[in-house]
C-alpha cells in the first residue's frame, strides 16, 4: 500500500530497509538511539533549515516517522522561536497527554516543565514550559482571551487531515493572528501544518500557498484480506479473528484491532481475557490493552509497554491509534471498518440535533489502518468487510465542520471576536443554511441578537462562552440559579461530559440490575445518575462500593474533577450555587429549559417524535425510562444504529417546555399537529 507519490517537491529520505527499529522491550534501547533511528532524522539538518526560514509549511509524513515528537524538538534544539512557547495541537486529549509524556521523556525532564501539555479540565504546564501540547480546543479558548496567540511564536496544527471542527476553526483564526502579527510589526508567528495524508493541496492553499515539505516513512508491505461474506455482527467477527491470529502467529506478533468505543472496547477486553485463559496450554498468554480517548493516562502508557516475553499483545483501539499515535511491534491489524463519529443528519436536512453515529470508515481511514501493520516489518490487515463492500466506502471523511452543529462554533467564533460570523475564512466553507441555523439556534437560547446584519453576542452569551461545553449545556447551568439548583446540574453535566460511569459486564446482568434497582429513579436517566452521584459521595468514592454497585470508579473520579473545575466557572461569574436536595422537579424544569430543543412528543402508536425535527426516535433500550414512555422527555443525545435512539432521558411536563420557549414551541407543535 504505497501511498505517497514519489519525487518529492523538496526533499525525500530513501527507504534503508537495513535500518528497522529493533522491537522496542525485547531489544530495549536507549530513548536517544530511538530518536536517531526515527526515518525523519536523517533529514533532521534540511528539516531545521526548512522552519527557521519558512513562516508557513505544511509536513506529510507516514505515521511513526517522526513528525510529532521530532519537529518541536528540533525548534527548541534550534533555537528557534525561543521568544515564547511552541504549541503543538492535536484533535484527542489522549494524543496529547501521551505524546508530551514521550517528549519529555527524551529530553529527560519532568513533565509539566519545559514540555507540558493542557487539555480541557488538565493544565500541566508552568511558565517553564516552551513545548507545549495541546487539544486545538485548548488553544482556541486561549484564542479567545489573546487573538494574537502573542504568548506563542510557532503554532504546529498537528493530524490536521483529521479535519475536526475545532481544527478547521482553528485554521482560521490562527492564520488571522499571523497575519494580523506582521501588520502590526510584532514577533512573527510560524505556523506549520502536519498531515499523514497526501491530501494537503487545501492546506498549502490556504496557508499563503506554503511549500509541502514530505518525509517518507518506512512503509513495509502489508497483505490485505477481506471477508468473503458481509459480516451482521463486526464484533463477533473481530473476537474470531483476534483468536485464529492469536492460534496461529507467533507470540512476538502484536495485534491491534480498529473498534468504535469505550463501551465495546471494554466489552470485547473482558470476553478476550476469559476466553484466553481457557486455551489450551500450548497457546501463549495474552495480554488486551484498551485504548480510547477518555482512558487515564497512567492506562494509556500501557499500549506502550511491550507484553511480558511470550505473551502475545492484544491492542483494541478506537481510531486514535489510525494515525495520531504509533505503537510498536504491531504484525496484524484487524479492522472492523467501523467509526463513531458526529453525523450530517439528511432526514432533518440540517443536523440539529447531535447524533453520535457508528459508521463505515472512509478508504482515507481503512488504509490508514492498515498501515499501522507495516511499521516495522511485512503484516497483515483482515479488514471484517468485503472487497465489495471496501469499494463501496467513501474515499475521504467529510470534514466535520460540514456535517456537525455550528452552534458551539459560531458562539466561540463570536466570543473571540471575530467581526462577521456568518463570512468566516473557513477552509472548507459550511453550508450557509448550517451557519444560519446555527445562529438561529444560539438566538433561541438568547446567546446572540441580530443587529442589522450583525450577529452579536448577548451578555448571556458572553457567559455561555466561558463555559468549555456545549451552548445547551452552558445555558443549563446558566440559568440553575433560577431554580435553585446549580449543584445538581452541576453534577448532572459533569456525569453527562465523561463516558458513562456505568459498569455493564453482559454476563452479569442481572447482577447490575439487582444492584442498579435502588438507585433507578422514575423521573429518568439523569435523576438515576444523580443518585448514583450521590451515594458515591456518600460512602467518599469507596472502591469496594464501586465495586459492587457496578460503577467504573475512574470515570466517577473525572466526573469529580470536570464538576470541580465547572463549579469554580460558576464561582467566578458570580453564580449563586444553591443545592435542591428533596425537590428533583425543579431540577427536571431547569433541564426542560435548557435542553428543550431536545424534546420529544409520546405518540398514540407509541412512537416518539423529536420536537424541533419531527423526526421519528425511540428510547434507548438503555434508558430507565425504555418501559415507561412518559408524554415529553428531553434528552441527551441521539444515536443512530438501526433506528434513531434518544439516550440519557428526562420526565418533563410539556408546560415546562412551553415556558422555557413559548414562541419556538407555537411554530413547532402547531407543525408537528397538523
Ligand atoms: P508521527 O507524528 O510522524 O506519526 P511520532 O513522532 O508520533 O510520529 O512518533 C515517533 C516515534 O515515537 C514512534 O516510533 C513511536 O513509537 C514513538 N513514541 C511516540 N510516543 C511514544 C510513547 N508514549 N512511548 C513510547 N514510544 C512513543
Ligand atoms: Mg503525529
Request: include cysteine; proline fraction near 5%.
Amino acid at each position: 500500500a504505497k501511498r505517497f507519490k514519489p519525487g518529492s517537491p523538496f526533499f525525500r529520505l530513501d527507504k534503508k530497509p537495513g535500518m528497522l527499529l529493533p522491537r522496542v522491550g525485547h531489544a530495549p534501547v536507549s530513548v536517544d538511539a530511538q530518536r536517531r533511528q526515527l526515518p525523519i532524522y536523517p533529514s533532521r539538518t534540511q528539516v531545521i533549515n526548512q522552519l527557521r526560514q519558512l513562516h508557513n509549511a505544511v509536513f506529510i509524513g507516514e505515521t511513526g516517522s517522526g513528525k510529532t515528537t521530532q519537529i518541536p524538538q528540533y525548534l527548541y534544539e534550534a533555537g528557534i522561536g525561543r521568544q515564547g512557547v511552541i504549541a503543538i495541537t492535536q484533535p484527542r486529549r489522549v494524543a496529547a497527554i501521551s505524546l508530551a509524556g514521550r517528549v519529555a521523556e527524551e529530553k529527560r525532564v519532568q513533565l509539566g516543565k519545559l514540555v507540558g501539555y493542557t487539555v480541557r479540565f488538565e493544565d500541566v504546564t508552568s511558565s517553564e514550559t516552551k513545548l507545549k501540547f495541546m487539544t486545538d480546543g485548548m488553544l482556541l479558548r486561549e484564542a479567545i482571551g489573546d487573538p494574537l496567540l502573542l504568548r506563542y511564536t510557532v503554532v504546529i496544527l498537528d493530524e490536521a487531515h483529521e479535519r475536526t471542527v475545532h481544527t478547521d476553526v482553528l485554521f482560521g483564526v490562527v492564520k488571522a493572528a499571523q497575519r494580523k502579527r506582521t501588520e502590526q510589526n510584532k514577533i512573527p508567528l510560524k505556523v506549520f501544518v502536519m498531515s499523514a495524508t497526501m491530501d494537503v493541496d487545501l492546506f498549502s492553499q490556504y496557508f499563503n500557498k506554503s511549500p509541502v515539505l514530505y518525509l517518507e516513512g518506512r512503509q513495509h508491505p502489508i497483505q490485505i484480506y477481506y471477508t468473503k461474506q458481509p459480516q451482521s455482527d463486526y464484533l463477533q467477527a473481530a473476537l474470531v479473528s483476534i483468536f485464529q491470529i492469536h492460534q496461529e502467529a507467533p507470540p512476538s506478533h502484536d495485534i491491534l484491532v480498529f473498534m468504535t468505543g469505550q463501551e465495546e472496547i471494554e466489552a470485547l477486553a473482558r470476553t478476550c481475557r476469559d476466553i484466553s485463559k481457557h486455551l489450551p496450554e500450548t497457546c501463549a498468554p495474552m495480554t488486551v490493552v484498551p485504548l480510547y480517548a477518555s482512558l487515564p493516562p497512567t492506562q494509556q502508557l500501557r499500549v506502550f509497554q511491550p507484553a511480558p516475553k511470550g505473551s502475545r499483545k492484544v491492542i483494541l483501539s478506537t481510531n486514535i491509534a489510525e494515525t495520531s499515535i504509533t505503537i510498536s511491534g504491531i504484525k496484524y491489524v484487524i479492522d472492523t471498518g467501523m467509526v463513531k463519529a458526529k453525523r450530517y443528519n439528511p432526514e432533518s436536512g440540517l443536523e440539529v440535533l447531535a447524533v453520535l453515529a457508528v459508521q463505515r470508515v472512509s478508504k482515507a481511514q481503512a488504509w490508514q489502518r492498515a498501515g499501522r501493520a507495516g511499521r516495522e516489518d511485512a503484516g497483515s490487515c483482515y479488514r471484517l468487510y468485503t472487497e465489495d463492500e471496501f469499494d463501496n466506502l467513501a474515499n475521504m471523511t467529510v470534514p466535520e465542520i460540514q456535517r456537525c452543529n455550528l452552534a458551539s462554533v459560531v458562539l466561540q467564533l463570536l466570543a473571540l471576536g471575530v467581526p462577521d460570523v456568518l463570512n468566516f475564512d473557513f477552509m472548507s466553507k459550511p453550508s450557509p443554511e448550517s451557519m444560519r441555523t446555527a445562529v438561529d439556534q444560539l438566538s433561541i437560547l438568547g446567546a446572540v441578537e441580530r443587529k442589522d446584519d450583525q450577529v452579536l453576542l448577548t451578555p448571556m452569551g458572553k457567559k455561555m462562552a466561558c463555559f468549555p461545553l456545549e451552548p445547551r449545556f452552558s445555558k443549563t447551568l446558566l440559568i440553575s440559579p433560577e431554580f435553585c439548583c446549580t449543584e445538581e446540574v452541576l453534577t448532572i453535566i459533569s456525569l453527562l461530559s465523561v463516558d458513562s460511569v456505568l459498569y455493564n459486564p453482559p454476563a452479569r446482568r442481572d447482577d447490575v440490575l439487582a444492584a442498579r434497582k435502588k438507585f433507578i429513579s422514575s423521573e429518568g436517566d439523569h435523576m438515576t445518575l444523580l443518585n448514583i452521584y450521590r451515594a458515591f459521595r456518600k460512602v467518599s468514592g469507596n472502591k469496594e462500593w464501586c465495586r459492587e454497585n457496578f460503577v467504573n470508579s475512574r470515570n466517577m473520579g473525572l466526573v469529580l474533577e470536570v464538576r470541580s473545575q465547572l463549579r469554580d466557572i460558576c464561582i467566578k461569574l458570580n453564580m449563586k450555587l444553591e443545592s435542591s436536595l428533596s425537590d428533583l422537579a425543579n431540577v427536571r424544569r431547569c433541564l426542560a429549559h435548557g435542553l428543550f430543543m431536545n424534546a420529544a412528543e409520546l405518540h398514540l402508536d407509541g412512537s416518539y417524535v423529536a420536537l424541533d425535527t419531527h423526526q421519528t426516535v425511540s428510547i434507548h433500550p438503555s434508558s430507565v425510562l425504555f418501559q415507561a414512555k412518559p408524554a415529553y422527555v428531553v434528552f441527551n443525545e441521539l444515536l443512530h444504529t438501526s433506528r434513531c435512539y434518544m439516550r440519557d432521558l428526562c420526565l418533563v411536563d410539556a408546560d415546562w417546555l412551553h415556558e422555557a420557549a413559548p414562541e419556538y414551541f407555537r411554530r413547532k407543535l402547531r407543525a408537528t399537529k397538523s
